[in-house]
């Protein structure tokens, strides 16, 4: 069955660096756009991006606009989040999940209603 695996949470000081990976399976992965979210305590699960199905567009959030960085392999199923200039702020459970088309379509390509298959989720905590 389709499954997504998140890996590469830990626990790292201010400004520095954590690379995530989402390993899929049971579906026809390059297909699909792939989105990365983020859900800290008490807030609702946020878009942090999503990359075309072929890897070539991907789109940001503002909050994570230029110090992320998401890419994809298409040979092995993968897709990568590597994050630089971490902020306490981006503390967070980070899933990754699969859109419902080949694009990040519509006027809010990061909405969580666009996306119909997730992981289980891995913790990043920023702190010093």
């Known amino acids: 069955q389709l499954q997504l695996v998140e890996s590469g949470g830990g626990s790292v000081q201010p400004g520095g660096s954590l690379r995530l990976s989402c390993a899929a399976s049971?579906?026809?992965?390059?297909?699909?756009?792939i989105g990365w979210f983020r859900q800290a305590p008490g807030k609702e699960r946020e878009g942090a991006s999503c990359?075309?199905?072929?890897?070539?567009?991907?789109v940001y959030a503002d909050s994570v606009k230029g110090r992320f960085t998401a890419s994809r392999d298409n040979a092995v199923n993968t897709v990568y989040l590597e994050m630089n200039s971490l902020k306490p702020e981006d503390t967070a459970v980070y899933y990754c999940?699969?859109?419902?088309?080949?694009?990040?379509?519509?006027?809010?390509?990061?909405?969580?209603?666009?996306?119909?298959?997730w992981g289980q989720g891995t913790q990043v905590t920023i702190s010093s």
């Open positions: 049971g579906f026809t992965f390059k297909s699909y756009a």
């Open positions: 990359t075309s199905s072929a890897g070539g567009s991907t």
């Open positions: 999940a699969a859109n419902k088309f080949s694009a990040c379509l519509g006027s809010r390509p990061l909405l969580t209603s666009n996306f119909g298959s």
